[in-house]
């Protein structure tokens, strides 16, 4: 333990002499978490979204309207042989997602529907907060839809 308290005082004593080893001491870790609290961030916006809306819906509609309403999504408008798959794999979208032909007889009937989502997974922080999005999203919209058509 001595050992210890010498090479503090040590240390001390050589932080009085150096000015500059007492600035890089206390000033560097203060820049850098600056810097990494400004340019790290967990949040994701403007993802580009494809839907493809096989009930074609007022309820499916509204659902898509829900989906971009949280300002994290943007839409995406692709075409071709395999919209979905070339949209992801051209890095056109992000994700999307798939309302499939019973949506809007299901959520009515009281039943929970599965609605299809694909996300490019190649970043997998931002593949987690669009999958944990669009969770949020769909499970507010089932429970929304419950509430009125059982009142």
């Given amino acids: 333990m001595k ?3 010498a090479q503090c005082i040590k240390e001390i004593a050589q932080f009085r002499r150096d000015r500059l080893t007492l600035a890089l001491a206390f000033i560097l870790p203060f820049i850098t978490l600056i810097i990494f609290g400004f340019a790290i961030r967990l949040e994701s916006k403007d993802i580009p979204l494809i839907v493809q809306d096989f009930n ?3 309820l499916s509609s509204s659902y898509i309207e829900r989906l971009y309403a949280t300002n994290q999504f943007i839409p995406k408008q692709w075409s071709g042989g395999n ?3 070339d949209a992801i794999d051209k890095g056109i ?3 999307a997602v798939i309302i499939p032909p019973e949506f809007s007889r299901d959520i009515q009937a009281g039943k929970h529907t599965t609605v299809q989502v694909l996300i490019d997974a190649t970043d997998v922080n931002n593949a987690r907060v669009i999958r944990n ?3 949020r999203v769909t499970n ?3 429970a ?3 509430i009125i058509t059982n009142n």
Avoid: E, G, L
Wanted: aromatic share 20%; no cysteine.
């Fill in 140 to 142: 507010f919209f089932y």
């Fill in 83 to 85: 919209p979905i798959r």
């Fill in 93 to 95: 979208a992000k994700a």
């Fill in 133 to 135: 999005s669009i969770q």
């Fill in 3 to 5: 050992r210890i308290i």
């Fill in 56 to 58: 074609r819906t007022n």
């Fill in 144 to 146: 929304a839809s419950w």
